[in-house]
């Protein structure tokens, strides 16, 4: 079961680092009901929003720099 659960958090992963957020919360949704009642899955949800966090930094900090240089792209 653990394995399971595992490779499930792994797959969330993946998804929120080619950023399908949607995609992440299905396999954090579908891990939740492998072993209810552990904090696996919260410390998953947790990687997952912090990965959505960079995310959105990054491309804030991207489209901070394309307004204060507009030619450079």
């Known amino acids: 079961m653990v394995v399971v659960e595992s490779m499930m ?6 998804a929120a680092l ?6 992440a919360g299905v396999w ?5 009901q492998v072993r209810p009642g552990f904090e ?3 410390t998953g ?3 997952v929003e ?3 966090a960079i995310r959105i930094r990054m491309l804030r900090d991207e489209g ?3 307004l204060a240089n507009p ?3």
């Open 40 to 42: 696996t899955v919260e």
């Open 9 to 14: 958090l792994r797959h969330a992963e993946e």
């Open 18 to 23: 080619a950023g399908d957020f949607e995609q």
């Open 71 to 73: 030619g450079a792209r």
């Open 28 to 32: 954090l949704n579908a891990a939740a």
């Open 64 to 66: 901070i720099g394309l």
């Open 45 to 47: 949800r947790a990687l």
């Open 50 to 52: 912090e990965i959505r």
